[in-house]
Each structure stands twice: as structure tokens, then as C-alpha cells.
């Protein structure tokens, strides 16, 4: 990882744009929706350290280099990081590709090196991102508290949440209707059931990571813990959550699966095939709920 992704808080901060050009008429038009107070500033009050006092951030964009370097030196002592378009070099971050979702923001960056790169992945993971996930998200964060109450137990409460993110209340929400999406949310928190929404997903690992299917991607990034079997490559396991605990194949019982999955959680098993198929009629002999997921055919 060359560079660190990280988010800041725009609700309540200052961001200050300084210099000219269609490089700084483009931060305006990024910040334009945020909830940042956005200050534009020219020529010499751009030089001055008072000028950025309070700022979070600063984009400088200027044709003459003096100024670029004069107006970040001047930003960077009043405080904030600093962003010069088109110069990393000067920079104390890269602007991403980002895809504006309101509460969801998805950002793509190659560390200064090839933003063309980060915009033409842009245009091809926008489509897959639906319009109404921010407000979903919103929705979310409104009812955190009763969703909590609700599940206390993490495992559960993440499958509750994974329920909400397909059918009626994810469709009202992608629609515009928050009121509806809210009010069906609601009803499925106060009439919830105590019955383990648990699985153990068994994965037939492909040998490269470009044949695994879309639905085991999905899998392993959401699985509340990872079991692969030795061998398996690597370049599948970073696919799964950062946060999930690991287990080789090797030390994991079919009975240790059947409990994770009576207690609600959700098992990604990365093995090959023939290690699937023993350990799938172990957990059918223990009744246990389990599903398998094979490369396409042809794969």
C-alpha cells in the first residue's frame, strides 16, 4: 500500500481553495455539495498564513510556481494539509477518483502516479454503486442505536443489516422514498426473529484470483471469519474483511463450522474442490447450514 486512505469530517470544517484556473474552479465545484464552509481566496491573500487559519484542508492551484509553493508553505503554517493540483510533489495529499454517494464514498487513488488510471476505474465501478446506497447508509446510522438493541450480538446484527441491504427497504431507498424505507426497517427490527441466520460458505478456490465468481467475492468481503486450506493463494484471502479472524482448514472442525453457524455467523471456507466435498457431507451430517459456491463453468 504506497499510500493511506482516510476520510475527514466535512460537517463544521473550514476548506480553503486559493489561486485561479480551471484547476481551482474544479475543487470549488467538488466541494460545492459538502457541508464544509468553502472559502475562495486570490492573489496576495492567498500568501498570508491568517488566510487558512481554522482550515482542515487547502487546495492551492495556480499557473506560476512561486505562488503554488508560497501559498502551500502559507497554508501548511496555519495548520492544514495541503493539496497543489497537478504537483504531488508539493503535496500533503492526492485527491482521489471519487465516486459522491452522500454517506457513501468511494474513492480511488494511484498515489499521484496515474490519475487517469483512478478516473477510468471510476467510470466503471460508478455504474455498480447505486444512487440510493448514501441514503440507505443514512438510514443506518439513524437506527443505529435501535439496531443495537435489537442485536446486541455483532454476528446477528451484521447479518440483520446485510438482510436490509437487498429487497423492499434497499429498493425505497434506491427510489427516494426514506419515509417508507424507515418505516418497513422499523418493522423488520420490532418484529425480528431469534433464529440463526448462519452459513458456512464453501468456496472451491480457483487457481487464480481473476476466476473466483462475483458471488464468493461477495462472500468472502462480508464473512464474519475466514478458514482456507494450505496453498490456497493469497491473493484470494485478501479479499475477505480485514477484521475477520483467520483459522487454517487444517486445525478447523466440521463441528467448531456447525456452531459458528448456530450462533448466526457467517463462515467463508476457501479450499479446493475435493477438500469441499468431504467437509460439506460432514456438515450436512451434522445439519448444518452451508452452501457452495463453484468457479463458473469453463472457468
Same mark, same amino acid.
Given at each position: ?74 497554508? @501548511? ?197 475435493? @477438500? ?24
Amino acid at each position: 500500500m504506497e499510500a493511506f486512505p482516510a476520510f475527514f469530517p466535512l460537517r463544521g470544517a473550514r476548506v480553503v481553495i486559493a489561486g485561479e484556473g480551471e484547476g481551482a474552479d474544479a475543487k470549488a465545484r467538488l466541494m460545492a455539495g459538502s457541508p464544509a464552509a468553502v472559502d475562495r481566496i486570490e492573489g496576495d491573500a492567498g500568501l498570508a498564513p491568517e488566510a487558512y487559519a481554522g482550515a482542515v484542508i487547502a487546495f492551492v492551484a495556480h499557473p506560476q510556481a512561486g505562488y503554488r509553493q508560497a501559498a502551500a508553505s502559507a497554508a @501548511r503554517a496555519a495548520g492544514a494539509v495541503v493539496n497543489v493540483v497537478d504537483h504531488p510533489e508539493l503535496s500533503d495529499f492526492h485527491t482521489p477518483a471519487i465516486i459522491d454517494r452522500g454517506h457513501v464514498v468511494a474513492a480511488i487513488g494511484t498515489g499521484g502516479a496515474a490519475p487517469i488510471m483512478a478516473a477510468l476505474l471510476r467510470a466503471e465501478l460508478e455504474a455498480k454503486i447505486p444512487p440510493g446506497l448514501g441514503r440507505l447508509a443514512a438510514l443506518f446510522g439513524g437506527l443505529r442505536a435501535e439496531t443495537r438493541a435489537a442485536f446486541p450480538d455483532l454476528s446477528r446484527r451484521r447479518a440483520f443489516l446485510r438482510s436490509m441491504l437487498t429487497g423492499p427497504v434497499a429498493e425505497a431507498a434506491d427510489a427516494g422514498d426514506v419515509a417508507l424505507a424507515e418505516r418497513m426497517m422499523r418493522s423488520a427490527l420490532s418484529g425480528r426473529s431469534d433464529a440463526p441466520t448462519g452459513c458456512v460458505w464453501l468456496i472451491a478456490a480457483p487457481a487464480v484470483r481473476d476466476l473466483l465468481s462475483l458471488r464468493a467475492a461477495r462472500v468472502l468481503a462480508e464473512a464474519d471469519l475466514l478458514v482456507a486450506d494450505d496453498g490456497v493463494d493469497p491473493e484470494l484471502e485478501v479479499l475477505a474483511r480485514r477484521d475477520a479472524p483467520r483459522r487454517p482448514l487444517a486445525q478447523t472442525q466440521a463441528s467448531f463450522l456447525a456452531g459458528e453457524a448456530a450462533e448466526g455467523r457467517q463462515t467463508a471456507v476457501l479450499a479446493t474442490a475435493d @477438500r469441499l466435498d468431504a467437509l460439506a457431507a460432514a456438515l450436512a451430517g451434522l445439519e448444518a447450514p452451508h452452501r457452495r459456491l463453484d468457479p463458473a463453468p469453463g472457468a
